[in-house]
């Protein structure tokens, strides 16, 4: 299993662009997520997803957008970047069996700068 | 605002040492507790569960204490490879439209540790 995969791994956008973060899980979790970590911060949670069609904003949900198709697919959309929004950028997912906010495994983040 | 509080750190320690990390939670409504593991740019990684009776893994040794909320980790004998950042972290209560038992993650900004030669 590759597990959690994140793309690009590096981005440099200039303000107002727009991009999506790509992330894809093999391991058939129903849950999936999407955090932000700022230097020296914690991690944040943007929005996730408990299943094919279900989004929910988390702590930080402004300025992003998700949607969930598939079960493996959870892509991220900045529609006006700002320099706010630069950060890194973590998506993760968990076992169904093991219900909400159990163990989460990541993908190996996202470093986007915008400027 | 519900928050998970960490030592600041960072703690610079000997190899063989023996170190301690503490960490206090806000929500009592919290049911599980965990410590991560983050090493320099790269994602975090469960480093082990805490359960109430307080668990051990090798050198590493995880206590919780409800009626404090208090979460503590113990690294024995300390390694050059236990350099990172070790995180603390809570679920919690999400409400949301995905359930009234929806839950998440909260995380604390982590303690990084340095083993020195």
């Known amino acids: 299993n590759a597990g959690v995969t994140q793309t690009p791994k590096f981005r440099i956008l200039k303000i107002g662009q727009s991009m999506t973060l790509q992330c894809t899980q093999d391991m058939n979790h129903n849950y999936m997520y999407w955090y932000r970590q700022d230097p020296g911060m914690g991690l944040k949670l943007i929005y996730y997803s408990v299943g094919a069609g279900i989004t929910d904003k988390g702590e930080v949900p402004n300025g992003y957008n998700v949607s969930r198709s598939t079960t493996e697919d959870f892509p991220l959309r900045l529609e006006l970047a700002a320099p706010s929004q630069t950060s890194v950028y973590f998506c993760?997912?968990?076992?169904?069996?093991?219900?909400?906010?159990?163990?989460?495994?990541f993908g190996p983040g996202t470093r986007l700068l915008v400027l | 605002r519900k928050e998970v509080e960490q030592d600041p750190g960072p703690f610079n320690v000997p190899e063989g040492a023996t170190v301690a990390f503490n960490c206090t939670y806000s929500?009592?409504?919290?049911?599980?507790f965990f410590w991560y593991r983050q090493d320099c740019r790269k994602e975090p990684k469960l480093l082990m569960s805490?359960?109430?009776s307080g668990n051990e893994d090798g050198r590493f040794t995880a206590q919780l204490n409800r009626a404090s909320q208090y979460i503590s980790l113990l690294i024995r004998d300390s390694k050059l490879s236990d350099s990172a950042t070790y995180l603390c972290?809570?679920?919690?209560?999400?409400?949301?439209?995905?359930?009234?038992?929806?839950?998440?993650?909260?995380f604390g900004k982590g303690t990084k540790l340095s083993v020195i030669p």
């Open positions: 993760a997912s968990s076992d169904p069996g093991q219900g909400l906010g159990e163990t989460q495994y």
């Open positions: 972290v809570v679920n919690e209560p999400s409400g949301g439209v995905s359930g009234a038992g929806s839950y998440q993650l909260t």
């Open positions: 805490v359960y109430s």
């Open positions: 929500n009592s409504a919290s049911q599980s």
